[in-house]
């Protein structure tokens, strides 16, 4: 569904439009839209400002900007990478932005992810190139996200119930797929701590090893340790699996 407006130059003025194909339902409101014909069957759009919605994903996506050059409205093809720029994406507590998008669609569906890569917790993240069909009876999405120099104060900042901090920069791969319905990661993934700068942990360990130990029983002793160790602990290793 699309609500337009017409100027006096004949420029359609988009105000809102939406697309549902299956369960993937997307809403896009143009701070300010733009479309103008051309003679060949193709159309020039201009987005400023623009909000993107995937509810079903719970995904927004603020401050799109560009110009798209379709060479064909029926059917949609465009078929020369197109680039725009969003200010910020949110998915629950994670934000992403500003960064990037660029694509070309042929005429049977095929979007083809070719760049997508923003800034996130202080370093950035990247989905590596994709594709998936729009016209598909069931769409399903698979892609992998490359992450680089994250900060460790704010990765743990959204990780729930950890309650320490971590010192340093990360960096990895997870590949993600909705294939059977609900997200999963495919092959497993990681995050790795960088070499440099030093990496250190600090956890508020008390008692994580020693609660109902006798105080004066040897294991206690060694326990107790290995608590005070993980209060201040410079970390040379540090690596996260997603199975």
């Known amino acids: ?48 400002d ?23 409205i029926d059917p949609l093809k465009i078929l020369d990478l197109q680039e725009l720029s969003f200010a910020k994406a949110t998915y629950g507590d994670l934000h992403w932005g500003p960064g990037n ?12 992810l070719a760049r997508c890569e923003g800034d996130f917790l202080g370093g950035t993240l990247r989905m590596e190139p994709t594709e998936f069909n ?13 992450l680089d120099k994250v900060v460790g104060e704010r990765l743990v900042e959204v990780v729930p119930g950890f309650k320490g901090e971590l010192k340093g920069l990360l960096a990895g791969r997870i590949p993600l797929s909705d294939r059977d319905g609900d997200w999963n990661y495919l092959d497993g993934g990681h995050l790795e701590l960088e070499a440099v700068p030093e990496g250190r942990l600090s956890y508020p360990a008390d008692g994580l090893l020693t609660e109902g130990m006798d105080p004066q ?12 160790a993980l209060q201040d602990l410079k970390v040379k290793k540090l690596r996260f699996e997603f199975l």
């Open 134 to 146: 729009l016209f598909a009876k069931e769409i399903t999405f698979s892609f992998t996200l490359a």
């Open 101 to 112: 998008i660029g694509f070309p669609l042929d005429e049977n569906g095929t979007f083809a």
């Open 50 to 72: 623009t909000t993107i919605e995937l509810p079903n994903e719970e995904v927004t996506i603020t401050g799109v900007a560009g110009v798209v050059r379709c060479d064909s």
């Open 217 to 228: 029983s040897s294991n206690y002793k060694r326990s107790r340790l290995v608590e005070l």
């Open 1 to 48: 569904a699309m609500t337009f407006r017409v100027d006096d130059n004949g420029t359609i003025l988009v105000d809102s439009l939406g697309f549902e194909s299956n369960d993937v339902r997307m809403e896009v409101r143009p701070g300010r839209g733009e479309v103008v014909l051309t003679d060949d069957g193709g159309a020039t759009v201009e987005l400023a």
